[in-house]
Nanobody
Framework: QVRLVESGGGSVQAGGSLRLSCVHS????????MAWFRQTPGKGREGVAL????????YYADSVKGRFTISQDSAKNTIYLQMNNLKAEDSAMYYC??????????????????WGQGTQVTVSS
C-alpha cells in the first residue's frame, strides 16, 4: 500500500524560507517519479518541482526556479522541497505526488497515481 505524508508547512513572512518533507512508503525511490504540486482555492493544481526516478534529474516551474530545490533521501524514503525567498504568491496547499510510470507530462497532476493529504504554506507580505 502506497502512502505519502507531507509536513513542514506553516506561516512565514515574505523573503523567508520553509522546508517541506514528504515521507513515502510502498514505493522504491529508484523507480518512482515524485513531484510537488500546489493549489489555491478555485484553481487547479500547479506543478512546482519534480525529481526523476533515482534522482537522475530535477525540473522546476519557471515561477519557482532559483528559489525552490527538490531533493530526496532514499535511506529515509523522503523527498524535500526547500523553499527560499518566499513570496505571497507562493501561498497554497502543497501536495506530494508519486508515480512509477515513465513518460508523459510529469508536471501534470493527472499523471500521478498517488497523493499526500497536503500541507498549507502561507506567506505574508
Amino acid at each position: 500500500q502506497v502512502r505519502l505524508v507531507e509536513s513542514g508547512g506553516g506561516s512565514v513572512q515574505a523573503g523567508g524560507s520553509l522546508r517541506l518533507s514528504c515521507v513515502h512508503s510502498g514505493l522504491t525511490s529508484s523507480s518512482t517519479y515524485m513531484a510537488w504540486f500546489r493549489q489555491t482555492p478555485g484553481k487547479g493544481r500547479e506543478g512546482v518541482a519534480l525529481i526523476f526516478a533515482g534522482g537522475s534529474g530535477t525540473y522546476y516551474a519557471d515561477s519557482v526556479k532559483g528559489r525552490f530545490t527538490i531533493s530526496q533521501d532514499s535511506a529515509k524514503n523522503t523527498i524535500y522541497l526547500q523553499m527560499n525567498n518566499l513570496k505571497a504568491e507562493d501561498s497554497a496547499m502543497y501536495y506530494c505526488a508519486a508515480d512509477r510510470r515513465m513518460g508523459g507530462d510529469l508536471m501534470t497532476p493527472g499523471r500521478y497515481s498517488y497523493w499526500g493529504q497536503g500541507t498549507q504554506v502561507t506567506v505574508s507580505s
